[in-house]
T-cell receptor, first 116, second 109 residues
Framework: ETGVTQTPRHLVMGMTNKKSLKCEQHLGHNAMYWYKQSAKKPLELMFVYSLEERVENNSVPSRFSPECPNSSHLFLHLHTLQPEDSALYLC???????????????FGPGTRLTVL | GQQVMQIPQYQHVQEGEDFTTYCNSSTTLSNIQWYKQRPGGHPVFLIQLVKSGEVKKQKRLTFQFGEAKKNSSLHITATQTTDVGTYFCAGREDYKLSFGAGTTVTVRA
């Protein structure tokens, strides 16, 4: 266990559905991240939050909407997704966005999303 | 923007043999991190390199950071079945961590 949990672990949704992914970190970190991992592609950074403020939106389509109500919780709201959005969505946290010393990211187990 | 390339994409290794995976960045990095993702799992942090020319060892794993801070390598000696998985390098520039596509390692017993 890395101290980062994600729910649900698996999600199948139609293109007209609205769903949300949830991430919670129990590490007291100030930074949280959403990544998309598709087969045979590098991890793609989607969003970065520092103390509940979004510091990065990496040209992500508006059908993905993040929410960070506090430094321990991060959501990714999904609506009108496309089949090519099917992927593993990983949440991660780190002590800070920018930090001296080792600033490793702790990843959750991911949500395997399939869009039909 | 910053790009991090990793080669090879796949590495099939006989148990007991050594192998190396390489990481190259299009820009100078402030530091580089390495992660390992087991099949069906999530990336787990292995190490961070900060200084030009830095070399760090973790048991059978040796990590190097290039003099120009634009490339890195991971060398594994005497490969074991527990080494299977995908190894990612991640280059940091400012607050952004850009991941390479990874080297997926399989081991023949």
């Amino acid at each position: 266990e890395t101290g980062v949990t994600q729910t649900p672990r698996h999600l199948v949704m139609g293109m007209t559905n609205k769903k949300s992914l949830k991430c919670e970190q129990h590490l007291g970190h100030n930074a949280m991240y959403w990544y998309k991992q598709s087969a045979k592609k590098p991890l793609e950074l989607m969003f970065v939050y520092s103390l509940e403020e979004r510091v990065e939106n990496n040209s992500v389509p508006s059908r993905f909407s993040p929410e960070c109500p506090n430094s321990s919780h991060l959501f990714l709201h999904l609506h009108t997704l496309q089949p090519e959005d099917s992927a593993l969505y990983l949440c991660a946290s780190s002590q800070e966005v920018l930090a001296e010393g080792i600033n490793e990211q702790f990843f959750g187990p991911g949500t395997r999303l399939t869009v039909l | 923007g910053q790009q991090v390339m990793q080669i090879p994409q796949y590495q099939h290794v006989q148990e007991g043999e050594d192998f190396t995976t390489y990481c190259n960045s299009s820009t100078t990095l402030s530091n580089i991190q390495w992660y390992k993702q087991r099949p069906g799992g999530h990336p787990v942090f292995l190490i961070q390199l900060v200084k030009s020319g830095e070399v760090k060892k973790q048991k059978r794993l040796t990590f190097q950071f290039g003099e120009a801070k634009k490339n890195s390598s991971l060398h594994i000696t005497a490969t074991q079945t527990t080494d299977v998985g995908t190894y990612f390098c991640a280059g940091r520039e400012d607050y952004k961590l850009s991941f390479g596509a990874g080297t997926t390692v399989t081991v023949r017993a």
